[in-house]
């Protein structure tokens, strides 16, 4: 799949629903995000399990039917995943960036009750640590696309920064613009510097949000909720 091309036609759908004279509602958004990431290392699947994080951020809906809308988004989220390591738990925490870009349908009448989206996402990893090594303190966390040294092995960086995948969420929306909904994220990219056959890192995430948009009382039609005047 060429995400270039899937994210050029999704800014042209909302160009064009916004030169139509399509209206738009805007969201804050805040909630918890399960996060972990899966892979390889050196051939041998590695065992982690999910970490707990702060996702906030803020959604901005553009109407393109009465029951259709163009849902982009950028979020901060705390990322990362936890691991047993010889007996020791170890913790990685990463500070994430995300651009959702969603299609959203609701099921109900003027765009109140239930809904679902689907689309893809970017990511980019802005900074972290580890947590449990040593003595107990942390690490930086090195991001970036340094191999190691091919001779001793030493030196590189920990996990690549640009990330993307494909999104799911499902949720409910109330007429007074309040909102809630749950998600999962799937990563495509391979995270790992040395990315082949035997070295993986995808990431994926759950995820659940409460939400309010401001102007509902207008009653954004398309906007997945408020009632038309």
Excluded: W
């Excluded at 041998?44 to 970490?51: L, Y």
């Excluded at 613009?177 to 890192?201: I, K, P, S, W």
Aim: hydrophobic share 40%; glycine share 16%; aromatic share 10%.
């Amino acid at each position: 799949m060429d995400m270039k091309k899937v994210f050029l036609s999704l800014f042209s759908l909302a160009a064009l629903a916004s030169t139509s004279q399509a209206q738009l509602a805007i969201a804050p958004e805040l909630g918890l995000n399960m996060a972990t990431i899966n892979g390889k290392s050196g051939g041998v699947s590695q065992t982690t399990s999910m970490k707990a994080g702060l996702g906030v951020g803020a959604v901005v809906d553009v109407a393109i039917t009465d029951n259709i809308t163009f849902q982009p988004g950028l979020f901060y989220e705390m990322t990362g995943f936890k691991q047993s390591v010889m007996g020791t738990d170890v913790k990685v925490n990463i500070n994430t960036l995300t651009i959702p870009l969603n299609f959203q349908y609701c099921f109900g009448e003027d765009n109140v009750g239930f809904f679902v989206g689907i689309g893809p996402y970017l990511g980019y990893n802005i900074s972290g640590n580890i947590s449990g090594t040593g003595s107990g303190g942390s690490t930086t966390l090195n991001i970036g696309s340094k191999k190691p040294d091919p001779t001793t092995g030493a030196g590189g960086d920990d996990i690549k920064a640009l990330d993307f995948g494909a999104g799911l969420n499902l949720g409910y929306r109330m007429s007074n613009g309040f909102f809630a909904r749950a998600h999962y994220q799937m990563g495509l990219a391979n995270l790992d510097v040395m990315a082949d056959a035997d070295n993986t890192m995808h990431t994926s995430a759950f995820g659940v949000t409460v939400g309010y948009f401001f102007n509902s009382a207008k009653g954004h039609k398309g906007g997945k909720g408020g009632k038309k005047k």
